[in-house]
């Protein structure tokens, strides 16, 4: 049975979905069968991945108000074992349609039961909002991924956003668990991003990942692309990132023998 994660927060401009889709590629990448889930009406997630929006007919809306099976309407994308369960700008009215639903935060989690079978992983990729859409996410989730930027403000909102996740912890999904706070956006550059750095690993400690996602410029040039870092530039800074975090989430997950010593990648190109 696969792993849910959820990759949320309601600030905008943190890195969320470029974490979900390049995340997403990285475990594909290394071999594990991996579904994409955009939750986001802004479908930045599957346009991300190579699929124009406009071009689809069915998503995950359809799914979420029960009319159509997921599994029905999965997209492959160019990256070998990454598939996708696109997004529609309709997904906007879904919330308003979930409102008089029985069970309503409870949607999501049963499109991940119908499929969760089928993939090693599943990542979730959130609007950003705590609206229903991501408590159905947080609800449907194993665990949660928190990218904060390395800028000021970083904390600004966290802590509403774990409160939100302490109330799905209580009264919706007693096993949902935080995977990490991810630490997006760093310029070794800048003092103020060490600062954030520190910062965050001291308020939250075990909490933040090793792993540390730098301020890339090919990470921006991608989605342009509709690709993902892996396949618009493999020897980027911003692909070794993504291969880091994959492997440190497996070595968390006991999916890995890979020792400590040799949970990073070496940085051949600084680009």
């Not at 969320?16 to 590629?25: D, E, M, Q, V, W």
Request: charged content about 20%.
């Amino acid at each position: 049975m696969g792993k849910v994660i959820a990759i949320a927060n309601q600030k905008g401009g943190v890195g969320k979905t470029t974490s979900a889709i390049n995340l997403s590629a990285a475990l594909a990448v290394l071999e594990y069968r991996t579904l994409l889930i955009d939750a986001d009406p802004q479908a930045n997630a599957t346009s991300g991945v190579g699929i124009d929006h406009r071009n689809v007919k069915t998503s995950i809306y359809e799914c979420i108000i029960g009319e159509v099976e997921p599994i029905n309407i999965i997209l492959k994308t160019d990256t070998p074992n990454l598939d996708l369960l696109p997004a529609h700008i309709d997904l906007v009215g879904a919330e308003i349609e979930m409102i008089s639903m029985p069970n309503r935060e409870m949607m999501m989690k049963k499109v991940t039961s119908k499929i969760r079978d089928h993939y090693d992983f599943i990542i979730i990729d959130c609007s950003p909002s705590l609206g229903l859409i991501t408590v159905n996410a947080l609800t449907a989730a194993d665990s949660v991924i928190i990218p904060v930027q390395c800028e000021y403000f970083a904390l600004e909102g966290l802590g509403k956003l774990l409160n939100t996740i302490k109330i799905v912890q209580s009264r919706l999904n007693p096993s949902l668990a935080i995977e990490g706070i991810l630490l997006t956006m760093y310029d070794q550059r800048l003092r103020l991003g060490k600062q954030v750095v520190d910062e965050v690993r001291m308020h939250f400690q075990q909490m933040v990942f090793d792993t540390v996602i730098h301020r890339n410029t090919k990470l921006g040039e991608a989605p342009s692309f509709g690709e993902t870092i892996i396949m618009h530039d493999a020897e980027s800074k911003g692909a070794t990132n993504y291969l880091n975090l994959a492997r440190e989430i497996l070595q968390n997950n006991n999916l890995t023998s890979i020792d400590n010593s040799s949970k990073t990648i070496e940085i051949i190109d600084e680009r």
